[in-house]
């Protein structure tokens, strides 16, 4: 064994888990459990990693298995794809920039985006459960204005963080409508499923008998019952009419 793997063995004992059929290691029978099977070197960034072996199911892991960057031959340029991304650079940009495929990027992105929302998820859950949520709807547009999507979003009233989030497409408004199915045929409206997917991830941030308050669009009760039940919703006008609040229970 070389040198530099020697740098790798631990030096006490390590309480380690099968990944795949999860039993955890046992010092008294460490031998006869998990133990050490070798070592590799990772070709994405030559980090030498030691290899262990589960003798109840016969398969070989390391600490990368468990890891959500597993498989990732280019892990090297998470970060730097987010760096860009966020500052605004286009994905076409980027990809030239760091002289990847175009599609890689798009993969970074979004590996990037279910990280963000997953840590977000584990940060709420800190808290307790919301007592009063504030949710609406926000149209933007892909491409063009002719392919309009929406953006779903709750917040909790008081502190304004971030309870949930979802995206789906909609079908173009007004002098836009014929335009849109001209050029790009019938555009799929998700709103409402989309509103529905989000109140269904609240259920572990929300209090069930939660006071929503949003505008007064016709759609939003009807989605709100199927996933809360018991909570109060409230309904403010927008800003282009008069100021006042319809309390109903639903």
Same mark, same amino acid.
């Given at each position: *064994?070389? %040198?530099?793997?020697?740098?790798?063995?631990?030096?006490s004992f390590m309480i380690l888990?099968?990944?795949?059929?999860?039993?955890?290691?046992?010092?008294e029978f460490a031998s006869r459990t998990i133990r050490r099977w070798g070592f590799y070197r990772r070709k994405s960034d030559g980090q030498i990693l030691v290899r262990y072996r589960c003798f109840r199911c016969g398969k070989?892991?390391?600490? $990368?298995?468990s890891s959500p960057?597993?498989?990732?031959?280019?892990?090297?340029?998470?970060?730097?794809?987010?760096?860009l991304m966020t500052a605004g650079v286009s994905q076409r940009k980027a990809a030239k920039l760091l002289r990847l495929n175009a599609k890689t990027v798009i993969r970074k992105f979004r590996f990037? %985006?279910?990280? $963000?929302?997953? &840590?977000?998820?584990?940060?709420?859950?800190?808290?307790?459960?919301? &007592?009063?949520?504030?949710?609406?709807? *926000?149209?933007?547009?892909?491409?063009?204005?002719?392919?309009?999507?929406?953006?779903?979003?709750a917040v909790e009233e008081e502190s304004r963080r971030i309870l949930g989030i979802e995206c789906s497409s909609m079908p173009a408004k007004g002098g836009l409508a014929h335009l849109s199915r001209k050029k790009y045929g019938p555009r799929v409206d998700g709103r409402?499923?989309?509103?529905?997917?989000?109140?269904?991830?609240?259920?572990?941030?929300?209090?069930?008998?939660?006071?929503?308050?949003?505008?007064?669009?016709?759609?939003?009760?009807?989605?709100?019952?199927?996933?809360?039940?018991?909570?109060?919703?409230?309904?403010?006008? %927008?800003?282009? %009419?008069?100021?006042?609040?319809?309390?109903?229970?639903?």
């Open positions: *064994m070389t %040198g530099r793997a020697q740098k790798l063995r631990p030096s888990k099968c990944p795949y059929c999860h039993i955890q290691r046992q010092k070989s892991f390391s600490a $990368a298995t960057l597993y498989s990732q031959k280019k892990r090297t340029y998470n970060r730097r794809v987010v760096r990037a %985006g279910a990280l $963000a929302r997953e &840590e977000n998820r584990r940060w709420n859950l800190q808290f307790p459960l919301s &007592e009063k949520v504030q949710f609406d709807d *926000m149209e933007t547009f892909e491409h063009t204005k002719l392919k309009p999507i929406s953006i779903t979003l409402s499923p989309a509103r529905v997917k989000m109140f269904e991830g609240l259920k572990e941030l929300v209090n069930p008998f939660a006071t929503f308050t949003s505008d007064s669009n016709p759609h939003y009760p009807k989605d709100l019952r199927r996933v809360f039940p018991k909570a109060t919703h409230k309904t403010v006008k %927008g800003g282009r %009419g008069p100021g006042g609040i319809e309390e109903a229970e639903i």
